[in-house]
């Protein structure tokens, strides 16, 4: 066995806080939840909402440097045809 002692056995404990600094606690930990509340309040309202969206889209068909990504533009547009092509084809057939 060892003569050592743990140094969470010398150390004094810590007091205990007082009613006025847990109050303080409280209230600086409502306000920041008031904070992030209004913050998520804000980043869910619809204009945010299709702000983000609009920026997605633009993000999708540019690159890094604002130039436009042809190969991704003809993707979506042969996309389209091919379903404006396929819904025509099964009017004709009704």
Not at 36 to 59: C, D, I, M, N, Y
Not at 70 to 87: D, H, N, Q, T, Y
């Given at each position: 066995?060892?003569?050592a002692?743990?140094?969470?056995?010398?150390?004094?404990?810590?007091?205990?806080?007082?009613?006025?600094?847990?109050?303080?606690?409280?209230?600086?930990?409502?306000?920041?939840?008031?904070?992030?509340?209004?913050?998520?309040?804000?980043?869910?309202?619809?204009?945010?909402?299709?702000?983000?969206?609009?920026?997605?889209?633009?993000g999708?068909?540019?690159?890094?440097?604002?130039?436009?990504?042809?190969?991704?533009?003809?993707?979506?547009?042969?996309?389209?045809?091919?379903?404006?092509?396929?819904?025509?084809?099964?009017?004709?057939?009704?």
């Amino acid at each position: 066995m060892s003569d050592a002692t743990p140094a969470a056995s010398s150390a004094a404990p810590a007091p205990a806080p007082s009613i006025v600094d847990l109050q303080a606690e409280v209230v600086a930990a409502r306000e920041e939840l008031v904070a992030s509340l209004s913050e998520l309040k804000s980043q869910t309202q619809p204009k945010a909402l299709a702000e983000r969206g609009g920026r997605t889209v633009t993000g999708f068909f540019t690159d890094e440097f604002g130039g436009i990504r042809p190969e991704r533009v003809a993707m979506v547009g042969a996309v389209v045809l091919g379903l404006v092509a396929l819904r025509l084809l099964t009017r004709r057939r009704r």
